[in-house]
């Protein structure tokens, strides 16, 4: 998902330096960066965690878009820390270097936040309906571990909020 961003801003913004910072889990693939121009882009492995790298990139950064994530739920039942780490711990070492170099984020949330919908076919609107499809104004109702993580990173990830959230 992040490449898609990463091939926009690099083939549409010659003026934009990109870094991605990502930990390489089983779910990165440090090939999936190969072939970008290595004056305008630069792939960190590290961990969103880890406040003090975060911190030293941030401090010469612009912007920022969060996709970094645990996401795949069934590997809560091996071990659930990491979305805990990741969605939650890691958001919020985002958060705070963004407020502290005045940064502007963006957060990649997901629809899973909101919960469950009934399938389409059993809707009267067929989906399409009033209060068929999910909205922003929406209260979150998230039913999993990684949705949960993903609400709790999510809501209201502002520097006003982010102290009295967390
Ligand atoms: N894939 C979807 O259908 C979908 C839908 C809605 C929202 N999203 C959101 O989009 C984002 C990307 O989704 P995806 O499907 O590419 O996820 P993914 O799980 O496939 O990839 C996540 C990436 O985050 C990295 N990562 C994990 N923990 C890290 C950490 N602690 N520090 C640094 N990097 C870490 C992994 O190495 C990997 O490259 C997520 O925030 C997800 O919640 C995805």
């Known amino acids: 998902m992040v490449l898609d961003l990463v091939h926009y ?9 990109v870094t991605v910072l990502d930990k390489l889990t ?14 305008r882009f630069e792939l960190v492995v590290g961990d969103i965690a880890d406040a003090e790298l ?9 912007a920022v ?7 795949h739920n069934d590997n809560r039942l091996k071990n659930p820390y990491p ?13 705070e270097a963004c407020c502290k170099y005045d940064v502007r984020y963006h957060h990649v ?25 999910f909205a922003v104004e929406i209260p979150y109702n998230p039913s999993s571990l990684y949705s ?16 009295a959230f967390f």
Do not use: M, Q
């Open 26 to 39: 089983y779910a990165g693939n440090r090939e999936n960066f190969a072939g970008l121009p290595e004056d």
């Open 65 to 71: 878009v969060h996709y970094a994530a645990e996401s």
């Open 148 to 163: 949960s993580t993903k609400a709790g990173s999510g809501f209201r990830s502002t520097c006003k909020s982010v102290s």
């Open 83 to 95: 979305f805990l780490h990741a969605n939650i711990l890691g958001t919020y070492a985002l958060i």
């Open 109 to 133: 949330s997901t629809d899973e936040v909101y919960g469950n919908l009934s399938l389409r076919e059993d809707l009267p609107g067929k989906g399409e309906g009033i209060g068929e499809k």
């Open 9 to 17: 801003v690099i083939n549409n913004h010659p003026d934009i330096h």
């Open 54 to 62: 975060v911190n030293k990139l941030f401090s010469k950064t612009d």
